[in-house]
């Protein structure tokens, strides 16, 4: 059964951190770019971060960059998202996504060559 395999994510006050992973699952082929979303209520699903795994290139939206880190340990076969500083808009719905054939830039900036979604994992900030 193939799957992305998430957690980590639960309650943080204002400035706090979480960290959540995503293990790919299953798969008969390398996962070679991983990405997290989000969905907030009422929104659309929005790229947060993408990895590139082989060569540990990434991809943050502008709402996370310098607060948010992502990272590949491709020996645990586990792609990570470090959130640090963080605030109450970021509160959502956060899904682990698995790139085809694609890039980062296209995969997060325009949610393009995704085939394989987790089931996601709630974060909630509180002011």
């Known amino acids: 059964q193939v799957q992305l395999v998430e957690s980590g994510g639960g309650l943080a006050q204002s400035g706090g951190s979480l960290r959540l992973s995503c293990a790919p699952s299953?798969?008969?082929?390398?996962?070679?770019?991983i990405g997290w979303f989000r969905q907030a209520p009422g929104k659309e699903r929005v790229g947060v971060s993408c990895i590139r795994r082989d060569d540990g290139s990434t991809f943050y939206a502008h709402s996370v960059k310098g607060r948010f880190t992502i990272s590949s340990d491709n020996a645990k076969n586990t792609v990570y998202l470090q959130m640090n500083s963080l605030k109450p808009e970021d509160t959502a719905v956060y899904y682990c996504a698995r790139g085809g054939d694609t890039t980062i830039e296209a995969m997060c900036h325009e949610n393009y060559g995704i085939d394989f979604w987790g089931k996601g994992t709630l974060v909630t900030v509180s002011s």
């Open positions: 299953g798969f008969t082929e390398d996962s070679p770019i």
